[in-house]
């Protein structure tokens, strides 16, 4: 079947034309294609307008005040959030500077305590480095004195064995 067949329905008020072609494998490709509606629709009715409404002046005015209010309520609620935020800022850099400063002050008594005990520290090797040094000069004296003792001893002898 090389040939397109062609058949036509009717279909809730549309016509359709079904194509039906046949594919090279043997089977069988369709094509729905749908007409335009039919004109048994009703025509639309124009819609109808009302009149329009004559406002007076003072509704005007009226109108006029509340959209004022409202805006000025929407700048002002606008405002109430700019300085929320500009005091939540005040805020978080008022605990920033606290704890910086906390922070440098902890930080300045421990090095305060260590360079305290490092004096300390160092004095005491001082101290007993000076101790130690009197110490060893005691003794040095006490080496002296007794070789000077020694030495006059052993000259007396001298002389003494000497004269006799």
Known sequence: MCAAMLAAQIIGGKITAIRAEETAKGGIKYELVLSEPSVND???KDQ???????MSVEEIEQK????EERRLMLEAEKLNQINEKKNKLQEANQKRQEYNNN???STKETLEQKMEI???NREAKLRALQEKLKEHE???EEVRQTKNLNLNEATEE???ASSG
């Open 158 to 160: 001298q002389t003494v």
């Open 42 to 44: 009703p025509p639309k």
């Open 103 to 105: 922070f440098i002050q």
């Open 48 to 54: 109808i307008t009302s009149p329009p409404k004559t």
């Open 118 to 120: 490092f004096e300390n």
């Open 138 to 140: 005691r003794h040095i």
């Open 64 to 67: 006029l005040k509340a959209a």
